[in-house]
């Protein structure tokens, strides 16, 4: 059974970088594309990029200029780093993979499925 | 459209039926997935696709989807349903992943 881990600073001064790492046990990286998603206190879900275990990404278009998702598969572990945060970046940031079904156009299904626990990022000085 | 809209709050009785829906524009080309999501908990998969369930949730939980509208049916709510539920899908380019504002179900 796969299970993803969150692990990274829970406190983030504000014009500073945020790095957070997704550990993935029970499975390997390989063959699926993993995403970063948080949750801001009390509000909604918010997608903020993947990565195939090939290292191929996308973005959230609103936040790709902060954004940088890499990932490791001799160690299965994927990374974030959110650079110049602000107190709008404090949120619970999960780890999640996805799986996917395509047609010839492209993905029609895309779902999460494990996600990790989360981890609490807050920004301020 | 790069949004997909839920009802903010919804009630059911127990043992009741209930129906979250889900809208967007998107949603005539995508599919749709469920999440659940109790207090202090990350998200849990309920439904994805048509109606697929993940092993291990309840056959009570069922999916649909109707030209702009993806919905989640809850038949015989129990007490453990009440959660918030999300739904995501793409956007309408189909690049990018949207969810839903969610939706906090109540369990009378």
């Known amino acids: 059974q796969v299970q993803l881990q969150e692990s990274g600073p829970g406190l983030v001064k504000p014009s500073e970088t945020l790095s957070l790492t997704c550990t993935v046990s029970g499975g390997s990286i390989s063959r699926y594309y993993w995403s970063w998603i948080r949750q801001p206190p009390g509000k909604g879900l918010e997608w903020i990029g993947f990565?195939?275990?090939?290292?191929?990404?996308n973005y959230n278009p609103s936040l790709k200029s902060r954004v940088t998702i890499s990932v490791d598969t001799s160690k299965n572990q994927i990374s974030l780093k959110l650079n110049s945060v602000t107190a709008a970046d404090t949120a619970v940031y999960y780890c999640?993979?996805?799986?996917?079904?395509?047609?010839?156009?492209?993905?029609?299904?895309?779902?999460?499925?494990?996600w990790g626990q989360g981890t609490l990022v807050t920004v301020s000085s | 459209s790069s949004e997909l809209t839920q009802d903010p709050a919804v009630s059911v009785a127990l043992g009741q039926t209930v129906r979250i829906t889900c809208q967007g524009d998107?949603?005539?080309?995508?599919?749709a997935s469920w999440y659940q999501q109790k207090p202090g908990q990350a998200p849990v998969l309920v439904i994805y696709g048509k109606n697929n369930r993940p092993s291990g949730i309840p056959d009570r939980f069922s999916g649909s989807t109707s030209g702009n509208t993806a919905s989640l049916t809850i038949t015989g709510a129990q007490a453990e349903d009440e959660a918030d539920y999300y739904c995501?899908?793409?956007?309408?380019?189909?690049?990018?992943?949207?969810f839903g504002g969610g939706t906090n179900l109540t369990v009378l």
């Open positions: 990565i195939f275990y090939s290292g191929s990404t």
């Open positions: 999640a993979r996805e799986d996917r079904v395509s047609d010839n156009q492209g993905v029609i299904l895309g779902w999460f499925d494990p």
């Open positions: 998107s949603l005539r080309s995508y599919f």
């Open positions: 995501n899908s793409r956007d309408s380019s189909g690049n990018y992943v949207i």
